[in-house]
């Protein structure tokens, strides 16, 4: 255990490993939470497993649990770390940050804190963002890449206002989410129709009413919680910024774009292109945005196959 996490409490209740809802059998002995302090953030981290070091990044409007179904298999192979990013779960919510140089910066403060120096990376929806952050920021750190299932803020074109009714209901809560207050005010008290709806109109498979419901209960355990949902949208501009900034340094290392077949499909590879020089494509069919909770046998076996390199290396 590193020093930083000498003298903190030990993460309890549903956001941490001990009180979660239906994990898999024998998920609490393999991975426990903790508590790191990387100086301005203090860190909740779920780690376990044994090999190289893979740093699994949720999205958005999740936590580290998004990703319970894998984890058990990957710490197989990989000491698997998975941590709520900033303003998220039970890691802490100040409230800047949340531009995704920082985002980024708080995690390879984490992998150095866990005595990681080089790893690999999985990042889904907004840790698709951060991921790329990571890669091109970072580029001595992180040995692959892979990414599932969203466009890429300053990268990928921007869609139109008037899309059709399909795109839109997609994509409006990108310009939601970025409203200063009413969509606190909006949403406080309603959770469950709010997030509800994203994770039901984005599931071609629905995920369990166990799983939604937890989310949906941490988003509602506070003002702070809820608020800090919508940062990462809110520093767009930030993020947009440096992204225009990141492109003309284009990625050499291997990145796996993963999209779901009832969702983005091929735009995620296409997307990861416009950054990146050796990009595999991998669509998942009978699934839509969820990847790693709606198949995950099939995202399983997609990491496992693109990571064997650096698995054996």
Same mark, same amino acid.
């Given at each position: ?25 024998? !998920? ?26 893979? %740093? ?17 298999? %990957? ?54 963002w951060i991921g790329y952050a990571l890669a091109a920021d970072h580029p001595g750190r992180i040995d692959r890449l892979a990414v599932a299932e969203t466009p890429l803020p300053g990268v990928s074109p921007s869609p139109p206002l008037f899309a059709n009714a399909h795109l839109n209901d997609a994509l409006w809560h990108f310009a939601f989410n970025r409203l200063a207050e009413v969509n606190d005010q909006l949403v406080a008290g309603r959770e469950d129709i709010y997030f509800g709806w994203q994770f039901a109109s984005k599931a071609a498979r629905k995920l369990p009413d166990y ?24 520093? %767009? ?62 995202? %399983?076996?997609?990491?496992?196959? !693109? ?7």
């Amino acid at each position: 255990m590193s020093s930083s996490s000498a003298g903190l409490p030990t993460p309890e209740g549903p956001g941490a490993v001990s009180g979660a809802p239906n994990l898999p059998e024998g !998920f609490t002995s393999i991975f426990t939470s903790r508590y790191v302090d990387t100086g301005d953030l203090r860190q909740h981290v779920i780690t376990g497993g044994e090999g190289p070091p893979l %740093l699994l990044v949720h999205g958005w409007p999740q936590t580290w649990y998004a990703w319970r179904l894998v984890m058990p298999a %990957l710490a197989q192979d990989f000491s698997v770390v998975a941590a709520d990013q900033r303003g998220v779960g039970l890691s802490g919510k100040p409230t800047g940050g949340y531009d995704t140089g920082t985002l980024a910066a708080d995690l390879v403060a984490l992998m150095d804190a866990l005595g990681h120096r080089r790893f690999a990376v999985a990042g889904h929806d907004t840790g698709m963002w951060i991921g790329y952050a990571l890669a091109a920021d970072h580029p001595g750190r992180i040995d692959r890449l892979a990414v599932a299932e969203t466009p890429l803020p300053g990268v990928s074109p921007s869609p139109p206002l008037f899309a059709n009714a399909h795109l839109n209901d997609a994509l409006w809560h990108f310009a939601f989410n970025r409203l200063a207050e009413v969509n606190d005010q909006l949403v406080a008290g309603r959770e469950d129709i709010y997030f509800g709806w994203q994770f039901a109109s984005k599931a071609a498979r629905k995920l369990p009413d166990y799983a939604v419901r937890h989310y949906v209960d941490t988003l509602a355990a506070s003002p702070d919680a809820l608020h800090a949902s919508f940062a990462i949208y809110r520093a %767009l501009d930030a993020t947009i910024a440096q992204n225009q900034q990141r492109l003309p340094r284009r990625l050499s290392l291997p990145i796996l774009a993963i999209g779901g077949g009832h969702s983005l499909g091929e735009q995620v590879a296409n997307t990861m292109k416009l950054a990146a020089d050796d990009v595999q494509t991998l669509v998942i069919p009978g699934c839509a945005h969820w990847v790693a909770e709606e198949t995950p046998e099939e995202t %399983l076996a997609a990491l496992t196959a !693109f990571l064997a390199p650096y698995r054996d290396g």
